[in-house]
């Protein structure tokens, strides 16, 4: 198979009892030897049953980015990530993309108006939406956070969070259109500071039980889905899915009514997540942390960086990836080497070359901070099919520096 090595790896007790083996399946060449150790790690649990590496894999809290993970009767809070139920979401625009310059000024005062970026930010009239009316008492840390979830609803994090218009380019029919070249708008965001709470709150619990772990195994402490604790978390997880589908939603309704238009195609997915699946006949959770669900058949956004294509794929359904495929092109220097490296004179070299209008954005986002995605999407042949192709041209993140300012402001 493309790009495939498999690792296999023993299961031991705490008394080194030798129980088992298991294994799990890189995909992709060069991978960053961080991530490879955190995923040895990682199926070295005794909950865990089976694991996946994606292309886009890096360095992240326990599970890596791009990590995929089942586990038996548990849960494992940070292997679902920080900012639970981060997503991708493409609605289509009835606009061939030949008008574009056309209507350029008005995507921009759409964004610039209709979306809010950044750590803290909120509305101070509340966006209303049915998944505040749902239960969020079970849990006392989900029910401390539902006003303040309210106020963030409708707005993006900062980091890699984005809202962008571009060209989608559909070389068949497919996605319910023919083929051609269509404006399309896109964005990327997740559960905000309630999912980042209670990420802190649950995995913190996680650990306490688990004393034996020790660093660094302890951020892949686990909670136990036949006790009140695993189902309370999983719970706040779906509640938080919920809320970042909702977020999306009202963001592309208010940018869509302000242009006067309708989507004529939507997709969307989550890629910080668990869900409940079987291996065989045996029930399991898989955790995909940044990484793409790709079932045979499903539909999928797997973005590049601010001035680097994304692409709509299509799931094949391969095993030995647990279904899963990246979720991006996944970053290859850390932030603050980007920042030490490169300046906002690079940034704008390359966002001319691509034709890269930007709003805002910190320069850690620069796109060669991240790995070519042309590669990636190579490297993960075997796990879904290309549909259609998207270009970035007019995007806005999380102006820079925003998180120090408002430090200085406390």
């Not at 040895?40 to 886009?56: C, F, Q, R, W």
């Not at 030949?98 to 750590?119: D, I, S």
């Not at 994090?157 to 029919?173: C, I, K, V």
Request: hydrophobic share 40%.
């Amino acid at each position: 198979m493309n790009c495939q090595i498999q690792a296999v790896f023993l299961k031991k007790k705490s008394t080194n009892r030798m129980t088992k083996k298991a294994k799990y399946t890189i995909f992709g060449k060069d991978l960053d030897p961080a991530a490879i150790s955190q995923m040895e790690d990682a199926i070295s649990l005794p909950v865990s049953v089976k694991g996946a590496l994606m292309p886009d894999a890096h360095l992240g809290y326990g599970l890596p980015i791009g990590g995929v993970l089942a586990v038996k009767d548990a849960i494992i809070p940070y292997a679902v990530g920080v900012d639970i139920a981060c997503r991708m979401k493409m609605s289509v625009l009835p606009i061939p993309f030949k008008n574009y310059q056309t209507h350029k000024q008005v995507f921009r005062q759409a964004l610039e108006t209709q979306t809010k970026f950044g750590v803290g930010e909120e509305f101070s009239r509340p966006r209303q939406h049915r998944v505040m009316d749902e239960d969020w008492t079970f849990s006392h840390v989900v029910k401390s956070l539902k006003d303040k979830a309210h106020k963030q609803l409708g707005t993006s994090g900062s980091g890699n969070h984005f809202a962008e218009f571009g060209r989608l380019y559909l070389t068949q029919d497919d996605i319910g259109l023919t083929a051609g070249e269509y404006i399309a708008f896109l964005t990327h965001s997740g559960s905000r500071g309630a999912g980042a709470r209670i990420a802190d709150h649950y995995s913190n619990l996680a650990k306490r039980l688990h004393p034996e772990l020790g660093k660094p195994l302890n951020n892949l402490a686990w909670l136990d889905m036949k006790k009140g604790e695993g189902i309370e978390y999983f719970k706040a997880m779906e509640l938080m899915g919920r809320y970042a589908s909702a977020s999306h939603e009202i963001i592309h309704t208010a940018v869509l009514s302000f242009l006067g238009e309708e989507s004529i195609a939507t997709i969307e997915n989550h890629h910080n997540f668990a869900w409940k699946e079987k291996i065989g006949l045996h029930s399991v959770i898989v955790h995909r942390k940044g990484a793409t669900p790709a079932d045979k058949g499903v539909l999928g956004i797997i973005p590049g960086s601010m001035a680097d294509p994304g692409f709509i794929v299509r799931g094949l359904g391969n095993d030995d990836s647990l279904n899963s495929a990246a979720h991006g092109a996944g970053r290859q220097m850390s932030r603050n080497a980007a920042m030490k490296r490169f300046s906002f004179k690079d940034l704008q070299k390359i966002l001319q070359k691509k034709e890269v209008t930007l709003i805002s954005a910190g320069l850690d986002e620069i796109p060669m901070a991240y790995k070519n995605i042309e590669v990636v999407m190579d490297q993960q042949k075997d796990l879904v099919e290309t549909v259609a192709k998207f270009e970035p041209r007019l995007v806005k993140m999380a102006p820079p520096g925003r998180k120090k300012r408002r430090k200085k402001r406390k």
